[in-house]
């Protein structure tokens, strides 16, 4: 048995995988959880980690392609003409493991405010008492930071910073 990459419809990955597990076959949907802002508000939501494609684990010879290619959500299998490659087992199972270990890293929770005094704990900057100004987006913010007698404006990693006196 091998792996096979399928094309799902738009946003139909979730209905692809059920459908096509419900036809007794492997299947691998990667995703990442991530933080989003939906209705102004900052959630978690899980996401494709490749949008629109899945894993799929089938023996052609035993189980008809045009089967999966005809399964509700599916719009199609990756192919070359006729050619249907085959997605090395190495791979899929490096993408699960990567994942993994991406979810076993503890999150770091730093909710700061416009004023909080912050260190710079990695990169360059290491070391360096800044002043938190504001988040620019889901996972950076403007630090500043005194440089040559002067503040500078900069644009960091939120992950990069403590607060001080933690």
């Known amino acids: 048995m091998n792996w096979y990459l399928v094309y799902a419809k738009p946003r139909g990955e979730q209905r692809a995988q059920a459908n096509l597990e419900a036809q007794g ?84 929770t730093n909710d700061f405010t416009a004023g909080d005094k912050v260190i710079v704990t990695e990169g360059p900057f290491a070391h360096l008492n800044a002043v938190f100004q504001e988040s620019s987006g889901e996972n950076r913010c403007f630090i500043l930071l005194e440089m040559m007698g002067k503040q500078q404006r900069l644009e960091v990693e939120q992950a990069k910073l403590a607060k001080q006196g933690d």
């Open 25 to 108: 076959l492997e299947v691998y949907l990667p995703q990442i959880e991530r933080d989003k802002m939906l209705r102004g508000k900052k959630q978690k939501v899980e996401e494709a980690l490749f949008p629109g494609y899945l894993f799929v684990r089938f023996d052609p010879s035993q189980f008809a392609v045009a089967r999966v290619k005809n399964t509700r959500g599916v719009a199609g299998m990756v192919q070359f003409g006729a050619h249907m490659p085959v997605v090395p087992s190495a791979v899929v199972l490096s993408i699960m493991q990567q994942l993994d270990d991406l979810n076993e890293i503890p999150e770091v």
